[in-house]
């Protein structure tokens, strides 16, 4: 199979969204319903909102004018008018918009923070974070409350950092880890989680592996998995065998860890991270694929670490978000892939 990507393009209507005059340093994701529909969740440590594209325009909506969280995390929904956005304000917050307007679900769980949030549908939703304890945790909507799940006994829930959660449907869905194991703050166990409708198992994964970060792929047997290597290189993990199977599709000690990761065609993927040191300029994106090899370019000499991908509704537009880093606004970017 052939598969690439090039032309990414940063869009400057973007760059020049602000909040109350302050540049946009934070973006929690982006997702999309049509070419003139796309939702970024932004935030300036101080203030976050949400930022839509009508087809002309960037334009901003409150998610709580009168206690706005000050980052945001991550976004997903089913159309404009069933959205969820995970943010943050000395705790955890999650907002919902429907008919038109947010609100703070008064339901959502008691957490430190949240993370990552999917749904197979509107009534069944997947949110990872960190709970009241400190503990890594996941719950799940299934049509009413947020139930926080049983997780397997065998991880210390207290030392994970918690990662993506993504699924292909409600009985398979999967979430990315990270244990923290001496508590030195640094990484030193990948973790990765798999819910087959019922139960969440603890799927073993290659031992050099000190964090997983993002999963995607076409089917249960044909998975990738991004995370970091003990000695500091990105990682792509092409899961297969009914996630028996980990082989490193992709080792890049020039990249400090991949982050997020979407796969369009079996046995393709296309992945982003950065390149040390941490600077403008330091994004890349990574393709693989079976005809094209490996292959690993710079976004541009402005964008920094990737938050997530999406593919526009056209089959071939991918979209790209970035958070800043010193002098630099967050950035939307569009690229072809085909």
Same mark, same amino acid.
């Given at each position: 199979? =052939?598969?690439?990507?090039?032309?990414?393009?940063? +869009?400057?209507?973007?760059?020049?969204?602000?909040?109350?005059?302050?540049?946009?340093?934070?973006?929690?994701?982006?997702?999309?319903?049509?070419?003139?529909?796309?939702?970024?969740?932004?935030?300036?440590?101080?203030?976050?909102?949400?930022?839509?594209?009508?087809?002309?325009?960037?334009?901003?909506?409150?998610?709580?004018?009168?206690?706005?969280?000050?980052?945001? #995390?991550?976004?997903?929904?089913?159309?404009?008018?069933?959205?969820?956005?995970?943010?943050?304000?000395?705790?955890?917050?999650?907002?919902?918009?429907?008919?038109?307007?947010?609100?703070?679900?008064?339901?959502?769980?008691?957490?430190?923070?949240?993370?990552?949030?999917?749904?197979?549908?509107?009534?069944?939703?997947?949110?990872?974070?960190?709970?009241?304890?400190?503990?890594?945790?996941?719950?799940?909507?299934?049509?009413?409350?947020?139930?926080?799940? =049983?997780?397997?006994?065998?991880?210390?829930?207290?030392?994970?950092?918690?990662?993506?959660?993504?699924?292909?449907?409600?009985?398979?869905?999967?979430?990315?880890?990270?244990? +923290?194991?001496?508590?030195?703050?640094?990484? #030193?166990?990948?973790?990765?989680?798999?819910?087959?409708?019922?139960?969440?198992?603890?799927?073993?994964?290659?031992?050099?592996?000190?964090?997983?970060?993002?999963?995607?792929?076409?089917?249960?047997?044909?998975?990738?998995? =991004?995370?970091?290597?003990?000695?500091?290189?990105?990682?792509?993990?092409?899961?297969?065998?009914?996630?028996?199977?980990?082989?490193? /599709?992709?080792?890049?000690?020039?990249?400090?860890?991949?982050?997020?990761?979407?796969?369009?065609? /079996?046995?393709?993927?296309?992945? =982003?991270?950065?390149?040390?040191? /941490?600077?403008?300029?330091?994004?890349?994106?990574?393709?693989?694929?079976?005809?094209?090899?490996?292959?690993?370019?710079?976004? +541009?000499?402005? /964008?920094?670490?990737?938050?997530?991908?999406?593919?526009?509704?056209?089959?071939?537009?991918?979209?790209?978000?970035?958070?800043?880093?010193?002098?630099?606004?967050?950035?939307?970017?569009?690229?072809?892939?085909?």
């Amino acid at each position: 199979m =052939s598969f690439s990507c090039s032309g990414w393009t940063r +869009d400057p209507l973007f760059d020049a969204v602000k909040i109350d005059g302050l540049d946009i340093e934070l973006v929690g994701g982006v997702i999309g319903f049509a070419a003139g529909d796309v939702w970024v969740p932004i935030a300036t440590y101080n203030k976050g909102r949400v930022a839509h594209w009508d087809g002309t325009n960037w334009n901003q909506e409150d998610l709580d004018p009168l206690n706005p969280p000050t980052e945001v #995390d991550a976004i997903w929904g089913t159309s404009a008018n069933d959205l969820w956005v995970a943010a943050r304000n000395f705790s955890g917050y999650l907002y919902h918009r429907a008919n038109g307007a947010w609100t703070a679900d008064p339901n959502a769980p008691p957490a430190k923070k949240f993370f990552s949030i999917w749904g197979s549908d509107s009534n069944n939703l997947f949110l990872t974070g960190t709970d009241s304890s400190w503990s890594g945790n996941v719950w799940r909507k299934s049509g009413g409350s947020w139930v926080a799940q =049983s997780l397997p006994g065998s991880v210390d829930w207290t030392k994970a950092s918690m990662g993506q959660v993504w699924g292909l449907d409600s009985s398979h869905v999967y979430v990315t880890a990270a244990l +923290d194991l001496d508590s030195d703050g640094n990484d #030193d166990q990948g973790v990765f989680l798999f819910f087959d409708g019922s139960t969440w198992t603890n799927i073993l994964v290659p031992v050099d592996v000190v964090e997983l970060s993002s999963v995607h792929g076409t089917s249960s047997d044909d998975l990738y998995v =991004s995370g970091t290597l003990n000695d500091g290189s990105g990682v792509l993990y092409h899961v297969t065998d009914g996630l028996m199977t980990w082989s490193e /599709a992709v080792v890049n000690p020039g990249i400090a860890g991949y982050g997020p990761v979407w796969s369009k065609y /079996a046995g393709t993927v296309l992945a =982003s991270g950065y390149q040390p040191p /941490a600077i403008a300029g330091s994004l890349r994106v990574t393709t693989d694929a079976p005809m094209n090899g490996t292959d690993t370019e710079s976004v +541009d000499d402005k /964008a920094y670490n990737p938050v997530g991908f999406w593919p526009g509704v056209d089959g071939v537009t991918v979209h790209l978000v970035h958070i800043a880093t010193a002098g630099v606004v967050a950035g939307f970017y569009s690229g072809i892939c085909n």
